[in-house]
């Protein structure tokens, strides 16, 4: 028979999927001998058999009423007994901390006649009374669903005629009398009266509390699985509240916010722990308690002391205080900010507490991110206007402009582009401004991806927005903004306010900048010493996607070895439109010829550019991926445009011409049509130039005494064939250009079929590069462009996705192509470097997946190479656990 209770002097903290977080360390407590009021867990094992069922599992509540008969005997005191009874606390206690988000019930036994015993027992009549108020307030919240506030209303009135020392035993009697009503009127039947039955109820309401609304809104944020359950956690009730030698705190074994060593903690006399929660009363700083009770803050700071060198970390811990005598009511490991975490990771190495290694499981890819973008200071901040997906991180300050040219006119003050959605024609004017704001699409959208790449702060999918650029203003209900108005938002939690919100610099970006000395401020060394020790012990190489010789310059700067992915598309906008138009246009191949020659140059030059900036270190250059009419205007514009002109009896000329262009190539769905490899194969001398502007530029280098590694990257393949094709013409083209280096052709694994028969296209290609983004949308069926604005959030909520396949690798099925693709591709050709270039190489988790699925490097956003290099430093020295950012 399956047993479903533990007394605390049985578990210790590693059974806390069994018993909880908070269970395991009541447990770990009570075996280091600290002082832990008696008591026993319900595991979580239960409360899944409870959800499952409807009811509890047979049996429980027989080991319930065994155990407590143990505490009994223990303390010498029984539940229910009128002259000198046992209460208990009820707290909730699942594997990963929630705080606040689940439910807890104190003074469980009390009725009409053990609150009696109580006042006999305590020698306080008030205190008995105003416990029973306590019991049928929280009782009455949590397992019926009494609105709380019915409660507080009659709270505050009795307070309200109360003298100085707070309510009479006498007024906390006849509240508690109203209270009973309050709960008959709303239940059917009175207060229950049988101790039992009172926690009985009570732990079936805490199992119930685990799919609570804001308990469920908690673990989507945390990302913690809903399938895990809470303990339920009963031991003897111990008082706070029974006078000035009595109390209730919180302490930190180091300071949470920024790591300093010290007394940290709050403190409040006479009073029970939900008091500190509730903000009835101002706690005082921790200290104070070595003024008002000398000998307990002494033996707190010796328990501190021990907790924290028995978890080798920060430890949160709760206390009471009953009459001088001390009690620990809860430890744990506990949360600190980014800041923070770094910090006594590196406190605790110097120490001698923990290893480097160990130092580095201790931070997150996800903390850096935090310490590496500004942030407003929210002081005194007004209620956002709205709120969109946070996409880019940080803070950005702007006067709004709609368009890519007034963002890039505007040179001398900071500017927000606010947009429906962008486009590669926004590029400019993205560069030029302080952050991005679009009323459509998610964190994979056009504006996330290219602002994160920059290191611009965006925010996307603000569906509230009604944008009309044609008359310069944006809506939110009734109000309306118009260009030049200044807005402020946060790339971190999508929130949009209307006006300046103070930003705050960030000093970890001026280090990794080279702005600032590694020993700046202990914030600074901490994250030199650990981003160090990663680079020393990380398998994995950590590349940048970069598109310009600034990008490479930035990504070799913020540790890059080399770039993963050179976008050489974003190398035809701007002025060079004209070029391409001339390509699509050209009637015959002579007029093509001419038009790639004319493209030639700029190309050879940007090439240049960027192998300069990564001089010694791999370039891999991928050749053009989107259609080609992505070039031209959109279709719609067009034909309007078009007709105007027709309407109007003008001769449309340039215009007619490129609808002519864009119908004929237009597709239904773009993304899986004339693109990549497929364009290198059907225009006749595209792929060639690019080829040929690759070998140049880098036989300009190796004249120049530069020592240049350009790779060729062939983009979309689906069959051997293909990738043989072009590398039959770009081998003859490299042939034929003198001085230039050996240069490896290889491929990126972007579509099903491709990681499918990987070991066939491997004798083709020197190195593979998936191309996550792609591989996702299509092993999905999804258009990453259109699905998160459609159903995503609907999956997410639904808990179908615990994170979105873009944001993090799905290892399950998409990893399984990975994995698959690797090692028949390996077997075929035994030393095949293999990477990854999509979004997902600047993911912490999925870069620990890719180190354990065998991958040469990951390449990710010049921003987020600090990020990869830590992530694949956590993933070298722990492979299996330890990893993750969740949680």
């Known amino acids: 028979m399956a047993r479903y209770v533990y007394d605390f002097i049985e578990g210790d903290r590693s059974r806390a999927d069994v018993l909880g977080g908070k269970g395991a360390n009541l447990a770990e407590m009570t075996r280091l001998g600290l002082p832990v009021p008696p008591g026993f867990t319900v595991t979580t094992d239960a409360c899944r058999a409870h959800l499952a069922t409807g009811a509890p599992p047979a049996g429980l509540f027989e080991e319930v009423n065994a155990h407590l008969r143990e505490i009994e005997a223990r303390l010498d005191r029984k539940l229910g007994d009128p002259g000198d009874p046992l209460l208990l606390a009820v707290r909730s206690g699942g594997r990963y901390s929630m705080p606040g988000m689940m439910e807890t019930i104190l003074d469980i036994g009390l009725n009409d006649a053990t609150v009696g015993g109580l006042a006999a027992r305590s020698g306080d009549e008030r205190f008995a009374w105003d416990s029973y108020r306590r019991l049928i307030q929280m009782f009455g919240h949590t397992v019926h669903g009494i609105p709380p506030e019915e409660f507080a209303h009659e709270l505050a009135a009795v307070r309200a005629t109360a003298g100085p020392a707070g309510p009479s035993a006498g007024q906390l009697r006849d509240l508690v009398d109203t209270y009973k009503k309050i709960f008959a009127r709303h239940v059917g039947h009175d207060f229950p009266q049988a101790p039992h039955e009172q926690l009985f109820l009570a732990i079936r309401s805490v199992f119930a509390s685990w799919n609570s609304e804001r308990a469920r809104i908690y673990r989507r944020q945390e990302r913690i699985p809903d399938d895990l359950g809470t303990a339920v956690n009963v031991m003897a009730m111990v008082f706070g509240n029974l006078g000035p030698d009595s109390g209730t705190g919180v302490a930190f074994t180091r300071d949470p916010a920024t790591g300093a060593p010290g007394v940290y903690g709050d403190y409040l006399a006479d009073a029970q722990g939900e008091d500190v929660v509730a903000g009835i009363r101002n706690t005082v700083p921790l200290a104070e ?264 310059a930035r990504a070799r700067r913020l540790g890059a070895t080399g770039v993963g992915l050179c976008r050489t598309e974003h190398m035809f906008l701007g002025e060079r439109r004209s070029l391409v138009e001339r390509l699509i246009l050209a009637d015959g191949p002579a007029e093509r010829e001419a038009a790639l020659a004319a493209l030639l140059p700029s190309q050879r030059a940007d090439f240049v550019g960027i192998l300069a900036a990564m001089d010694g270190l791999p370039v891999t250059i991928r050749l053009l991926d989107p259609p080609l009419h992505e070039f031209l205007p959109p279709l719609a514009e067009l034909t309007a445009r078009v007709a105007r002109a027709e309407a109007l009896g003008e001769d449309p000329g340039r215009d007619g011409t490129l609808l002519t262009a864009v119908r004929r190539m237009h597709e239904a769905n773009p993304m899986l049509g004339l693109r990549g490899v497929r364009l290198g194969l059907v225009v006749p001398g595209l792929f060639a130039m690019q080829v040929r502007a690759v070998a140049e530029a880098a036989a300009e280098r190796v004249r120049a005494g530069g020592d240049p590694r350009p790779e060729i990257m062939v983009p979309l393949v689906g069959d051997v064939r293909e990738l043989a094709a072009v590398r039959d013409e770009a081998e003859r083209v490299l042939a034929g250009v003198d001085g230039a280096p050996e240069i490896p052709i290889g491929t990126m694994i972007e579509v099903p079929r491709a990681a499918l028969t990987a070991g066939e296209i491997a004798a083709e290609a020197h190195f593979f590069s998936f191309g996550t983004n792609d591989l996702t949308q299509t092993a999905w069926a999804f258009s990453r462009d259109d699905v998160e604005g459609s159903f995503f959030g609907a999956y997410l909520e639904r808990g179908i996705f615990p994170v979105s396949p873009f944001e993090r690798i799905d290892a399950t099925g998409v990893g399984r192509l990975i994995r698959l693709a690797v090692v028949e591709g390996r077997a075929a050709r035994p030393g095949l470097t293999v990477g990854v270039c999509g979004e997902h190489g600047g993911d912490p988790d999925s870069v620990a997946f890719f180190a354990e699925a065998g991958l040469d490097y990951v390449s990710c956003s010049p921003y987020r190479v600090p990020i990869a290099r830590l992530a694949a430093g956590r993933a070298a020295v722990a492979p299996t656990t330890g990893t993750s950012d969740s949680r």
């Open 289 to 552: 308690l070595a003024r008002l009770d000398p000998v307990s803050f002494r033996r707190l700071g010796e328990i501190m002391a021990t907790l924290e060198r028995h978890y080798r970390d920060l430890c949160d811990i709760e206390f009471t205080i009953e009459r001088g005598r001390l009690w620990m009511l809860q430890t744990r490991v506990g949360k600190r900010t980014a800041a923070a975490a770094f910090v006594i990771a590196a406190q605790l190495v110097d120490e001698g507490v923990i290893t480097a290694d160990e130092a580095l499981t201790r931070v997150t890819g996800a903390q850096l991110a935090q310490l590496m973008f500004p942030a407003f200071d929210l002081t005194g901040a007004p209620e956002p206007l709205a709120v969109g997906v946070g996409a880019s991180p940080g803070a950005a300050v702007g006067r709004v402009v709609f368009d890519s040219a007034a963002a890039a006119a505007a040179a001398t003050e900071p500017v927000i582009l606010v947009r429906r959605e962008t486009n590669p024609d926004d590029l400019p004017g993205m560069i030029a401004a302080a952050g991005v704001l679009t009323s459509r699409g998610g964190k994979t959208s056009h504006a996330a991806v290219v602002a994160r790449g920059m290191g611009r702060t965006c925010v996307c999918g603000a569906e509230a927005l009604r944008i009309d650029p044609e008359r310069g203003e944006v809506a939110v209900g009734d109000r309306v903004v118009r260009a030049g108005e200044v807005i402020s938002i946060d790339g971190d939690t999508g929130r949009i306010w209307l006006g300046e919100i103070p930003v705050q610099p960030s000093p970890v970006a001026r280090y990794l900048a080279g702005e600032l000395d590694a020993e700046a401020d202990p914030l600074v060394a901490a994250v030199h010493r650990l981003l160090g020790h990663a680079d020393a012990v990380r398998k994995l190489g950590v590349r940048a996607n970069a598109d310009t010789p600034r990008d490479a």
